[in-house]
């Protein structure tokens, strides 16, 4: 077996992640129901002033709804008319308007639209079922809630399907409580023979929108290609890594949009790149793809003066294949969002089928890999949160960040539930987990 040697002392220091004590330790764990645990799919958590509101489906499978006022421990449950099958796609997403009513979208595969909204500010009781334009909603998929820095409450999603879609963006009016179109195209179309997968938008340090995305060809995963940027100021006008600006619709064929022009079936995968910014602000994308030789290698690429920098950061000698439609199981490759591990230094987690888990580490300077002494730090969740109680072949432990804010620095909530990993969004054959509990964990800062 060939090891990235530059990599090999930051890998060995990385297998001790899971060691030594939290950044943060459980306070109180809070039951709120019993959940499906087998197969993966995306709840909400999201606090707001003393409340706080969960979004799931319960154990059998239909969509709920849950609030309580914080320091208490009973949950007000409402049932929504929706429920999911077995697809992984179908999170479900919330937010609030500025008067205080909960939005709530899920539950969507290339399907119409399922979105909810309270008729009184905060109150789950009152939600109801409504349409937002009444147009391009009837292959719905990926809902997104997002604020422009105006504070107007944006949705985007996927009209139409893998291989063949468009991302559209609404936005609503207080006043008159209605959606509308925020742009009168979308923002990114595949011309009826592809579809963009995005990740974002995001705020930089910069106060631009920073979205990047690969094209897909075919509901099949191997032919994800031409990873891809763009920013905006305002959500409305786009423009390239060069500051020029984007007429919309993006497509695959517009002017500068393209960070590394990988071809289908060349290893890359949607939800598979991270994107962070570095100590001079300047955007970085690390990813995976195949190399000249059908090795999967990991590469990493940072915008300077307009232009992306691309240097590859491993030097596996194993190529990995996959293909597929739905949701995947691991592919044999994974990573995670780069992280600064030193002055100068950054490091990319990895999962790899053939060498295991470890950190690839590169120079901020250079993008160059190089090979760094690397104390691994103190994990971010207590051994609680990172362990599963069900004890099951293959279960693992999933998370739901709160979308909210506790309103204090030092406190912060997850949920947690116990679930096996994705099937290609079909039932399992053979016996299923228990019901899993789902929790919400207030989690408070160690002291040093």
Same mark, same amino acid.
């Given at each position: 077996?060939?090891?990235?040697?530059?990599?090999?002392?930051?890998?060995?220091?990385?297998?001790?992640?899971?060691?030594?004590?939290?950044?943060? *330790?459980?306070?109180?764990?809070?039951?709120?129901?019993?959940?499906?645990?087998?197969?993966?799919?995306?709840?909400?958590?999201?606090?707001?002033?003393?409340?706080?509101?969960?979004? +799931?489906?319960?154990?059998?499978?239909?969509?709920?709804?849950?609030?309580?006022?914080?320091?208490?421990?009973?949950?007000?449950?409402?049932?929504?008319?929706?429920?999911?099958?077995?697809?992984?796609?179908?999170?479900i997403t919330m937010a609030f308007d500025a008067e205080g009513n909960l939005?709530?979208?899920?539950?969507?595969?290339? !399907?119409?639209?399922?979105?909810?909204?309270?008729? /009184?500010?905060?109150?789950?009781?009152?939600?109801?079922?409504?349409?937002?334009?009444?147009?391009?909603?009837?292959?719905?998929?990926?809902?997104?809630?997002?604020?422009?820095?105006?504070?107007?409450?944006?949705?985007?999603?996927?009209?139409?399907?893998?291989?063949?879609?468009?991302?559209?963006?609404?936005?609503?009016?207080?006043?008159?409580?209605?959606?509308?179109?925020?742009?009168?195209?979308?923002?990114?179309?595949?011309?009826?023979?592809?579809?963009?997968?995005?990740?974002?938008?995001?705020?930089?340090?910069?106060?631009?929108?920073?979205?990047?995305?690969?094209?897909?060809?075919?509901?099949?995963?191997?032919?994800?290609?031409?990873?891809?940027?763009?920013?905006?100021?305002?959500?409305?006008?786009?423009?390239?890594?060069?500051?020029?600006?984007?007429?919309?619709?993006?497509?695959?064929?517009?002017?500068?949009?393209?960070?590394?022009?990988?071809?289908?079936?060349?290893?890359?995968?949607?939800?598979?790149?991270?994107?962070?910014?570095?100590?001079?602000?300047?955007?970085?994308?690390?990813?995976?793809?195949?190399?000249?030789?059908?090795?999967?290698?990991?590469?990493?690429?940072?915008?300077?003066?307009?232009?992306?920098?691309?240097?590859?950061?491993?030097?596996?000698?194993?190529?990995?294949?996959?293909?597929?439609?739905?949701?995947?199981?691991?592919?044999?490759?994974?990573?995670?969002?780069?992280?600064?591990? /030193?002055?100068?230094?950054?490091? !990319?987690?990895? *999962?790899?089928?053939?060498?295991?888990?470890?950190?690839?580490?590169?120079?901020?300077?250079?993008?160059?890999?190089?090979?760094?002494?690397?104390?691994?730090?103190?994990?971010?969740?207590?051994?609680?949160?990172?362990?599963?109680?069900?004890?099951?072949?293959?279960?693992?432990?999933?998370h739901a960040g709160d979308l909210g804010d506790s309103g204090d620095p030092?406190?912060? +909530?997850?949920? /947690?539930?116990?679930?096996?990993?994705?099937? +290609?969004?079909?039932? *399992?054959?053979?016996?299923?987990?228990?019901?899993?509990?789902?929790?919400?964990?207030?989690?408070?800062?160690?002291?040093?």
């Amino acid at each position: 077996m060939k090891l990235c040697v530059l990599c090999l002392t930051v890998m060995l220091a990385g297998s001790q992640l899971n060691a030594g004590e939290s950044l943060w *330790r459980v306070a109180d764990r809070i039951d709120i129901d019993t959940v499906p645990s087998g197969f993966p799919v995306g709840f909400s958590l999201l606090t707001r002033g003393q409340r706080q509101y969960v979004a +799931y489906y319960d154990a059998t499978h239909q969509m709920t709804v849950g609030a309580r006022t914080l320091g208490r421990r009973d949950w007000q449950l409402v049932k929504l008319d929706s429920k999911v099958g077995w697809d992984s796609h179908n999170g479900i997403t919330m937010a609030f308007d500025a008067e205080g009513n909960l939005h709530l979208s899920g539950n969507m595969h290339c !399907v119409p639209l399922i979105y909810f909204r309270t008729e /009184k500010p905060g109150d789950i009781t009152t939600f109801k079922r409504l349409a937002m334009t009444g147009k391009n909603e009837r292959r719905c998929t990926y809902p997104h809630f997002v604020r422009d820095h105006a504070g107007r409450l944006i949705f985007h999603y996927r009209d139409g399907g893998s291989g063949n879609g468009r991302r559209l963006y609404n936005v609503y009016d207080v006043k008159s409580r209605s959606w509308s179109p925020l742009l009168d195209t979308p923002l990114f179309d595949g011309q009826g023979k592809r579809n963009a997968y995005p990740s974002g938008p995001t705020t930089g340090p910069d106060r631009l929108f920073h979205v990047f995305w690969v094209w897909r060809d075919t509901p099949d995963c191997a032919t994800n290609n031409n990873l891809s940027y763009a920013r905006s100021r305002d959500l409305i006008h786009w423009e390239t890594a060069a500051g020029e600006a984007i007429e919309l619709p993006m497509t695959l064929g517009a002017k500068g949009l393209i960070v590394d022009p990988a071809p289908s079936g060349g290893g890359m995968i949607n939800g598979g790149a991270r994107l962070v910014f570095d100590s001079r602000h300047r955007p970085m994308i690390a990813y995976h793809k195949s190399d000249a030789d059908g090795n999967m290698q990991i590469y990493v690429a940072r915008l300077g003066q307009g232009k992306w920098a691309r240097r590859v950061i491993t030097s596996w000698d194993k190529p990995v294949k996959f293909s597929g439609r739905g949701a995947m199981p691991f592919i044999g490759i994974r990573i995670s969002t780069p992280k600064r591990i /030193k002055d100068g230094v950054w490091a !990319v987690g990895y *999962r790899h089928r053939d060498y295991g888990s470890g950190m690839a580490a590169f120079s901020e300077a250079t993008l160059e890999p190089i090979k760094v002494s690397y104390t691994p730090p103190e994990p971010e969740l207590p051994a609680e949160l990172r362990r599963p109680q069900i004890k099951f072949e293959g279960i693992g432990v999933r998370h739901a960040g709160d979308l909210g804010d506790s309103g204090d620095p030092n406190v912060r +909530y997850i949920l /947690k539930w116990d679930v096996l990993g994705p099937n +290609y969004d079909r039932k *399992r054959t053979g016996p299923l987990p228990p019901a899993a509990a789902l929790r919400v964990f207030k989690l408070v800062r160690s002291a040093k």
